[in-house]
């Protein structure tokens, strides 16, 4: 009976489907179930998160590296703030859930053509548009966080993650621009800017950077990383310092060795290293005191 009837409406007209894939909301999914992944300890959420990021970063960039918006039988319209900042948001998300350094790289590109096409040298701030886009009488900049954060938002959150990440100072100036930029506006109704003020906290801190120095094979670095991974540590940043491509990405891991032979863990802060632990105790002791 139900394939009959299966057959029989299969003979009308289908209705129009939403099957447009947007680069801003897949950003914003890629960096939820990245995080998902490694609370959960659920590979197969990190894989999911891979495709997606893949997909974009293959298909929804021009030959110059730049976004695309919106992908339906090809990839079109050209990105704004939000598909850039919830992007990038993302690969920082899925690299400390995969250690790909690949989506650091990228990342980090991504922030750069931001910085290059959306930044306002004037005041401050990301504007919504590139300066190079459609011209418009306005070009609006917003921090309002909604039902969606803002580019804004995002965009200080990644600054922030990305100073710690790979120790780039010159980040920590456009950041301290970008958040001086939205005091007038968050001051008159802090509650309708709730992912910035979470900016805010990790840029006010105490905030360190976890580096551990190993493979992922070894069970020593897998059990430290549990420990990370199941406790909620919103100020910090991760990094896998293994291979000449992170430090080229992350200088300050360049001195950075094994214990004895053992995987080690070094938490640090303001670019100063504390003394590395080998266990999932020293390293909870450690960031306990941080």
Excluded at 40 to 52: C, E, G, K, N, V
Excluded at 137 to 160: F, M, T
Excluded at 260 to 281: E, F, H, I, R, W
């Amino acid at each position: 009976m139900i394939s009959r009837l299966y057959l029989a409406r299969e003979k009308r007209v289908h209705p129009l489907k939403d099957d447009k894939i947007l680069t801003d909301w897949n950003g914003l999914m890629i960096a939820a179930l990245a995080r998902a992944a490694g609370a959960l300890q659920d590979p197969d959420l990190a894989t999911a998160a891979s495709r997606a990021a893949d997909f974009l970063l293959e298909v929804m960039r021009t030959p110059e590296g730049r976004l695309m918006h919106r992908y339906r039988q090809g990839a079109d319209i050209q990105a704004n703030l939000d598909d850039y900042a919830f992007l990038i948001w993302g690969l920082i998300e899925l690299y400390e859930a995969t250690f790909y350094v690949k989506y650091l790289k990228a990342a980090v590109h991504l922030n750069e053509i931001m910085d290059k096409h959306f930044w306002d040298g004037e005041a401050g701030g990301f504007f919504f548009t590139a300066d190079d886009g459609e011209e418009l009488l306005v070009r609006k900049k917003e921090y309002y966080d909604g039902a969606l954060p803002s580019g804004n938002s995002i965009a200080l959150l990644n600054l922030l993650r990305l100073l710690h990440l790979t120790g780039d100072t010159s980040l920590e100036g456009k950041a301290a621009l970008l958040a001086r930029s939205a005091l007038p506006a968050v001051s008159a109704q802090p509650l309708g800017y709730t992912m910035l003020l979470c900016a805010l906290d990790y840029a006010l801190g105490p905030t360190y950077e976890v580096a551990l120095v190993g493979s992922l094979e070894d069970g020593g670095l897998k059990e430290m990383l549990a420990a990370i991974r199941i406790r909620f540590l919103p100020n910090k940043a991760v990094v896998l310092a293994s291979g000449s491509e992170i430090v080229m990405l992350a200088p300050f891991t360049r001195d950075l060795v094994p214990v004895k032979g053992k995987a080690a863990a070094y938490v640090c802060s303001d670019q100063v290293c504390q003394l590395p632990a080998t266990n999932a105790a020293e390293l909870m002791a450690l960031l306990e005191k941080n």
